[in-house]
């Protein structure tokens, strides 16, 4: 049986919503069932223990303000029993490009959880499809999921 993967959106301008929407949809085509938040609090993703965030970074490298709260919230926990991979949205015309992703991996290694596989930036400079992009890392990457 497959595992249920909890897909985290986290996005300023909405453009990684649409990533995690069509990540989603690559997933029920691959067999697993999903949920997918694009504004979560812990409560709603407590049960869930694989996690699959998508997230673009905002301002000087910070996470988006509707990832915040939860990050907020996870600094109460000890650990987390979770697995999780990341895929990162970025400009890298800015120095600090993709930050909100090593700052997810930081907060959530910390709490003992599990990366699954190398975290995917992609850079808005270098790729006009980041749907397709995150598609193919995820294809690459799917045997991590089971």
Known sequence: ??????????????????VAEHIE????????????FHDPCFEDIKQQNLW?????????GELPDNLK?????????????ISFAII??????????CYAVD???????NKKAKQLCPSL???VLDTTDP???????LFNSIQYFN
Do not use: R
Not at 69 to 81: A, G, M, R, Y
Not at 91 to 96: E, G, M, Q, R, V
Not at 103 to 109: F, G, K, P, R, S
Not at 131 to 137: K, R, T, Y
């Open 1 to 18: 049986m497959k595992s249920k993967v909890c897909i985290i959106s986290g996005s300023t301008l909405g453009s990684t919503e649409y």
């Open 25 to 36: 949809s690559v997933l029920k085509k691959f067999g697993f069932s999903t949920a997918l």
């Open 52 to 60: 699959l965030i998508v997230t673009s970074t905002h301002g000087a």
């Open 69 to 81: 709260p939860l990050f907020e919230q996870l600094k109460d926990k000890d650990s987390l029993n």
């Open 88 to 97: 990162g949205i970025g400009n890298s015309d800015y120095d600090t490009f």
């Open 103 to 109: 700052t997810i991996e930081q907060i959530l290694t």
């Open 121 to 123: 930036k992609i850079d």
């Open 131 to 137: 749907e397709q992009l995150s598609e193919n890392w």
